[in-house]
DNA sequence: GATGCGTGGGC
DNA sequence: TGCCCAAGCAT
């Protein structure tokens, strides 16, 4: 890929030496990722961490990946484990089909006896995007790889004082991406932007008088900028409203599995109603109030007596170990809670 | 290109 | 408290 016009706005060579350099001396040691200049950490880490780290924070991540990994240290062992064993440990991450694809893509990368080393190939793999397969390539195998993660994209962006939404500026960004990649240490590099994004080019409150590019950045020039690129427009929140059963008896209480597909698809859950616009339920038992991505839910959670449905009976006493997510985690909690203060 | 898909932390 | 945001992917 020759390099672009934007050549001329910021030197490639210039930036990138001045970003590797801050890299080489202010990366931050991170369970998955090995020290700068040094070979890489096993490509089933990599890939581990980077399916995790979609859209999740290193905060959240870093006790997960632990678990993970000790539990299944290699990918063999992940791509034998039991399903259900593997959404347990998923439970509380969020975003449930990235453990489907998690499921599908060590299954698939054992049977063909490792992971593919081209970044199209690993585009291939269930789970793998745009951003994910390039990150591989370039951190595990040391492809020139040209990452595109939201922090890097933010870079970009500010570099250039480009001032649309990042929607808008996917072809843009891309292609100054691909200029201001080297050839050499693409990993490094890719781990530097990100680094630089996480760190000091925050969405708020930039630390620009840090930074090792605020000499090649159009929007430090400008003054304000915080204010590239644009913010994404909001969205309407919406409302949904739905019943879970508490269904007990002899101490443990009655789980079923979700659809495969769709929300917390394939996660142990309470049985319950379809959500809908409709509500406030009627009945009676505590209301959880839970937001999700693109609407809030009131969940009522209602006692019942009668199993519903296809499931099984979970000791109340090892409710943790039953790998439900966060929402029904909260709905056994208020029932449990409003337990102990009726007994006092 | 837009939409559906979780959750926890920071301010 | 409410809002923004996070190493995105699939459709």
């Not at 585009?123 to 990452?147: D, N």
């Amino acid at each position: 890929m020759p390099a672009s016009a934007a050549s001329q706005l910021v030197d490639p060579r210039g930036a990138t030496g001045r970003l590797l350099a801050h890299y080489d001396a202010h990366a931050r040691p991170l369970p998955w990722r090995s020290p700068p200049g040094s070979p890489p950490p096993h490509p089933y880490l990599v890939w581990l961490s980077e399916v995790m780290l979609q859209q999740t924070t290193v905060a959240s991540v870093e006790p997960r990946f632990h678990r993970f990994v000790a539990r299944w240290p290699t990918l063999q062992s992940l791509a034998e484990a039991p399903e259900e064993q593997i959404f347990a440990e998923w439970a509380g991450l969020g975003y449930y089909a990235r453990a489907r694809n998690l499921i599908a893509c060590a299954r698939q990368v054992a049977e063909r006896g490792g992971f593919p080393t081209h970044e199209a190939e690993l585009r291939k793999l269930p789970g793998l995007g745009a951003y994910t397969a390039a990150a591989i390539a370039a951190i595990a195998f040391g492809r020139r790889a040209v990452v595109i993660d939201t922090n890097v994209a933010r870079v970009i962006a500010r570099l250039h004082a480009l001032d649309r939404p990042l929607a808008a500026l996917g072809p843009d960004i891309r292609r100054l991406a691909d200029s201001l990649t080297p050839d050499d240490r693409p990993g490094d590099f890719a781990q530097a932007m990100m680094d630089l994004g996480a760190t000091l080019c925050r969405p708020r409150s930039p630390g620009c008088a840090a930074c090792p590019l605020s000499a090649d950045c159009r929007a430090f020039a400008r003054g304000e900028p915080q204010r590239f690129p644009a913010p994404a427009p909001k969205r309407a929140p919406r409302q949904r409203f739905g019943t879970a059963w508490w269904i007990e008896r002899a101490g443990s209480v009655w789980l079923v599995r979700r659809p495969k597909h769709g929300l917390l698809g394939g996660m142990a859950a309470l049985p319950g109603t379809e959500w809908g616009e409709q509500g406030p339920p009627g009945g009676s038992g505590p209301v959880i109030r839970h937001a999700f991505t693109h609407f809030a839910l009131d969940l009522r959670v209602a006692t019942a007596s009668e199993p519903v449905g296809e499931g099984w009976w979970q000791p109340v006493a090892r409710l943790g170990e039953a790998g439900l997510p966060t929402l029904y985690m909260k709905a056994a909690e208020a029932i449990l809670a409003g337990r102990i203060r009726d007994a006092a």
